[in-house]
């Protein structure tokens, strides 16, 4: 079974410009988050879909975030325009239920803003 | 102070020693504590799940809770190359990802 896939694996951009990172999670599983880490801090929540829904997006640090998850299966985070302290790590989870022990991690998008 | 707090290494241990990781947390009202694994360039990997104070046992590792003292480690028995990694610790008042506070991880490397 494939797991929870991420693209671009990196991403260098400059500061103002857009950035649109992708997450596959495992097929058939409704809970997809999305989590990032800044250098040097832990990993911090962003938002979590139920399916299409988004269902908290406490986390998400401003409007310049936008995250969607169009027919319930893949999603995009699009930074738009991206500043030098959006740069982190982008993590995407996946999982059939509701519940730590049931989520799996994609392997991350690294993105640096300069 | 931070909610969740972890030595953040690097520790290095020979093959086959006993290692032994912690977290302190502030929140006495957590419930749900987990280990993760993360190899470098990769996700973090669930190792560890437990729902209150205990411990609970998977082969080589070992996570223990006290929360009366709001602390949680994690222990590898005979340590091998291949545990050389970052462990994160994570907790919860819900077991909802949404609600998961992290710690910053510790660099284990386990030397042949």
């Known amino acids: 079974e494939a797991g929870v896939t991420q693209f671009p694996s990196h991403s260098v951009i400059e500061k103002g410009q857009t950035v649109t990172l992708r997450c596959d999670p495992i097929?058939?599983?409704?809970?997809l988050y999305w989590y990032r880490r800044v250098m040097g801090k832990e990993i911090k929540f962003l938002l979590h879909f139920v399916k299409e829904s988004k269902q908290d997006e406490s986390g998400m640090p401003n409007n310049r975030f936008l995250a969607e998850r169009t027919g319930g299966t893949y999603s995009t985070l699009k930074v738009q325009p991206a500043e030098l302290e959006d740069s982190g790590v982008y993590f995407c989870a996946s999982s059939p239920f509701l519940g730590g022990e049931t989520q799996y991690f994609g392997p991350g998008t690294r993105l640096l803003v300069l | 102070q931070k909610e969740v707090e972890q030595d953040p290494g690097p520790l290095s241990v020979p093959e086959g020693a006993i290692v032994s990781l912690n977290c302190t947390y502030s929140n006495s009202a957590f419930q749900y504590f987990m280990w993760y694994r993360q190899y470098s360039r990769k996700g973090p990997e669930l190792l560890m799940y437990?729902?209150?104070?205990g411990n609970k046992e998977d082969g080589r590792f070992t996570a223990q809770v006290d929360k009366s003292s709001k602390y949680i480690s994690l222990f590898i028995r005979d340590s091998q190359p291949s545990d050389s990694a970052t462990y994160l610790c994570?907790?919860?008042?819900?077991?909802?990802?949404?609600?998961?506070?992290f710690g910053p991880g510790t660099r284990l490397s386990v030397l042949p």
């Open positions: 437990t729902y209150s104070s």
């Open positions: 097929s058939g599983h409704d809970n």
């Open positions: 994570a907790m919860s008042l819900d077991n909802y990802g949404q609600n998961f506070v």
